[in-house]
């Protein structure tokens, strides 16, 4: 997973004197300049990619205890839809239907969610949003045949670089009515292994796509349901349009985890693209984790004496407490141990998470009590 999805953001600390000390004038803050709550710790990138919290320096005569505070913002990844469309004649009928339902579907459900997303359309015309749709809709107009589809869709994915984001998650709907089955799979994936492609849509080892079918293959039941990407390919042509399964084509879909659908299904192309719209919503957002901070002089915070705070957009506060471990999970936190060396994670229980993902402004901040040295 990659940049600007869950953000976490600041992490200060503030020492507490345990003793009569006098610490006026000891900066006790982040290391590195990191002096108010939303600062950006040393430790974090330019573009709000979430790395490990920083090191805390105690002050002098406090080494008995600290409060430790860390601060994360929500910040959703951003979203890029790519939908290539056949652009031959006997694709006449789905174009148009392409047309009026991609606005009230897809874009009005991503609208719903406030994702930062972009709709880019390459292939045959389709009518493009009414004004009212905010300026995030482009066309690339190219000749899209149904055959030989496997070696050349890289090439039409390249047609929109110039309107993609390098970050973004990529979600490519695939149109076809023909005989994309024409080579193999191999073709598409060696394609795709291009510099200038790699650099948008990632590697086999950090994919940053997922591929949709929509071709000739049968509908699921009930009809309005998209075919998984744990079900089998469908061999089993569908029936009022001429028009064939695509298999390899619907293996891509597999392997980048995409849903396939049937061109046929004319009347359901809305319930379709609700599904993909909310797939790639799901994955524009990263685990709500974040690294567990330590002290200079190594001690770190005691996950059971730690409360979290989540303030939402209205500014009404709600206070969670840890739990022992996943399994114990209601709502909550809890520690994620480090493995060979590397510090632990902490991590917010699935309800928690959600609860906190629901709201973009949402904030949520974390009060740790240091065991002494």
Request: hydrophobic residues 45%; charged residues 15%.
């Amino acid at each position: 997973m990659t940049t600007r999805v869950l953000a976490f953001l600041a992490f200060i600390a503030l020492f507490c004197a345990c003793a009569t000390d006098d610490l006026s004038g000891v900066d006790a803050r982040v290391r590195d300049g990191a002096s108010d709550v939303g600062a950006m710790p040393s430790d974090a990138t330019a573009d709000g990619t979430a790395t490990d919290a920083a090191a805390i320096d105690a002050a002098p005569g406090d080494s008995a205890c600290a409060v430790i505070e860390g601060r994360a913002e929500i910040v959703r990844r951003p979203l890029d839809v790519i939908v290539v469309v056949d652009s031959s004649s006997s694709f006449n009928r789905p174009r148009s239907t392409i047309s009026g339902i991609l606005v009230p579907s897809l874009i009005a459900e991503l609208e719903r969610e406030r994702v930062d997303y972009r709709v880019i359309v390459v292939g045959g015309a389709i009518t493009a949003p009414p004004p009212t749709v905010p300026p995030r809709y482009f066309y690339v107009s190219a000749s899209i045949g149904s055959g030989g589809l496997l070696a050349a869709l890289p090439g039409y994915l390249r047609l929109a670089i110039p309107n993609l984001r390098e970050d973004s998650l990529k979600a490519v709907i695939d149109f076809s009515d023909g005989l994309s089955g024409i080579g193999v799979r191999a073709s598409f994936f060696m394609g795709m292994m291009a510099p200038d492609l790699v650099r948008y849509f990632g590697d086999t080892m950090s994919r940053r796509y997922i591929m949709h079918t929509v071709a000739g293959l049968a509908n699921n039941t009930p009809s309005t349901m998209p075919w998984q990407p744990t079900d089998p390919v469908v061999n089993m042509q569908c029936a009022g349009f001429s028009a064939v399964p695509c298999q390899e084509l619907q293996q891509i879909s597999i392997t980048t985890g995409g849903y396939r659908f049937p061109l046929c299904n004319f009347m359901e192309y809305g319930p379709f693209f609700n599904a993909v719209a909310l797939q790639a919503i799901s994955g524009v957002r990263l685990a709500c984790e974040f690294g567990q901070p330590t002290t200079t002089d190594g001690r770190m915070p005691d996950i059971m004496y730690a409360v979290l705070t989540v303030r939402d957009g209205m500014g009404m506060t709600r206070t969670y407490h840890p739990v022992a471990n996943a399994a114990a999970c209601g709502e909550g936190f809890y520690l994620m141990p480090g493995t060979a060396g590397m510090p632990g994670r902490v991590v917010l229980c699935p309800t928690t998470c959600g609860t906190v993902q629901m709201d973009e402004r949402a904030t949520a901040s974390f009060a740790f009590e240091c065991p002494p040295a």
